[in-house]
């Protein structure tokens, strides 16, 4: 992703984390009405003027569909930005969708929508991880 993109999501992201919105399924332009996993990304996406994206499902993000274009990597070459997908249930591949926003010292720290606790930061090698299934870099302006 070019740089100045990236720069101005990871600030869009921490905004959003800062706020704490609670989880809403659907929920997509309104941080006190909540946001769901897909609709947050979206959101600071959209904030940082990201062109081409549209609003979309985790599953749909991680096909590249609605404009979230990348090549995926290994989850140790994950750095900031680039987005992480879950499988939560087996009936739901690439369910469930955050970004890495830290990426230093300690490890990769996380942000996502999580269903009971809202929008959250935590570790990705927390318990997240077991259920990673794909890392993207998105390359919006490459």
Not at 90 to 119: D, F, Q
Request: positive net charge; glycine residues 12%.
């Amino acid at each position: 992703m070019a740089l100045h993109y990236q720069r101005s999501l990871k600030r869009q992201l921490d905004f959003i984390v800062a706020k704490h919105p609670y989880y809403r399924w659907g929920g997509a332009e309104n941080l006190e009405r909540g946001l769901d996993c897909s609709g947050y990304l979206f959101l600071a996406a959209k904030w940082s003027a990201i062109p081409g994206i549209t609003r979309t499902t985790a599953l749909r993000m991680s096909l590249g569909l609605g404009g979230w274009t990348g090549k995926d990597l290994p989850p140790d070459d994950a750095d900031e930005c680039d987005l992480v997908f879950w499988t939560i249930k087996e009936s739901r591949p690439n369910g469930h969708v955050g970004a890495v926003l830290r990426n230093h010292g300690a490890g990769r720290k996380v942000t996502h929508s999580s269903l009971k606790r809202g929008v959250v930061l935590e570790d990705l090698k927390g318990p997240l991880f077991p259920n990673l299934t794909k890392v993207r870099r998105l390359t919006i302006g490459d």
